[in-house]
């Protein structure tokens, strides 16, 4: 399965909505295939013997726990400066349709 063919490239393309030229559908057949035969090449080999790896700087945790802080301000003074207010929360416009 290492070597494609220019049907396969020619349907990968029609996947990814790509337009190729003669050229291109033979250097990404060339270019394709040898990372094939180098993922065919990695699946052979042995690793039965090795464990995953999961992490790899031994840190454990680095995220911190969410805490509720108090910065002196009430809401309402907050909201002072917003354009447009409803329901105690700020209100924008419509970002999807």
């Known amino acids: 399965m290492a070597e494609l063919t220019q049907e396969d490239v020619l349907k990968l393309a029609q996947l990814a909505r790509l337009e190729l030229t003669d050229s291109e559908v033979d250097e990404f057949r060339a270019e394709l295939s040898e990372i094939l035969q180098y993922v065919e090449h990695l699946s052979s080999v042995d690793v039965s013997g090795l464990e995953p790896t999961h992490q790899l700087t031994g840190l454990t945790n680095v995220t911190r726990e969410d805490e509720v802080r108090d910065y002196g301000y009430?809401?309402?003074?907050?909201?002072?400066?917003?354009?447009?207010?409803?329901?105690?929360?700020?209100?924008?416009?419509?970002?999807?349709?």
């Open 74 to 97: 009430a809401v309402a003074d907050l909201l002072k400066n917003v354009p447009d207010v409803k329901d105690n929360q700020i209100k924008a416009k419509r970002m999807l349709g």
